[in-house]
């Protein structure tokens, strides 16, 4: 098992900066990759950005491609989500995901933290 704990969540101006930060503890010695999502209001949750756990090598959807930048902390055992410029549609539950290297998908989640982007 891997337990997840976002943290970082907030009220931001449109343009401004924030920045999400998830915690694993439990099961983190075969990750493989970890990624942020986020789910709108009546809308279905969506793939931000993944990062391969030893590599580092990183993958951005489209809406967040040169805004956010997703970084990790190997040691500490850290997930980073540095959101630059957002705009009011990046308002939503931003969730942290793991993906140990023994399953397929992210299949374990942390609770969610709300971001809400303001004019």
């Known amino acids: 098992q891997v337990q997840l704990v976002e943290s970082g969540g907030g009220l931001v101006q449109a343009g401004g900066s924030l920045r999400l930060s998830c915690a694993a503890s439990?099961?983190?010695?075969?990750?493989?990759?970890m990624a942020w999502f986020r789910q709108a209001p009546g809308k279905e949750r969506e793939f931000v950005a993944s990062?391969?756990?030893?590599?580092?090598?990183?993958y951005y959807a489209d809406s967040a491609k040169g805004r956010f930048t997703i970084s990790r902390d190997n040691a500490k055992k850290m997930l980073y989500l540095q959101m630059n410029s957002p705009k009011l549609e990046d308002t939503a539950v931003y969730y942290c995901?793991?993906?140990?290297?023994?399953?397929?998908?992210?299949?374990?989640w942390g609770q969610g933290t709300q971001v809400t982007v303001s004019s």
């Open positions: 439990g099961r983190t010695f075969d990750l493989a990759a």
């Open positions: 995901a793991a993906r140990p290297s023994t399953e397929q998908g992210y299949n374990y």
């Open positions: 990062i391969s756990w030893i590599v580092g090598n990183t």
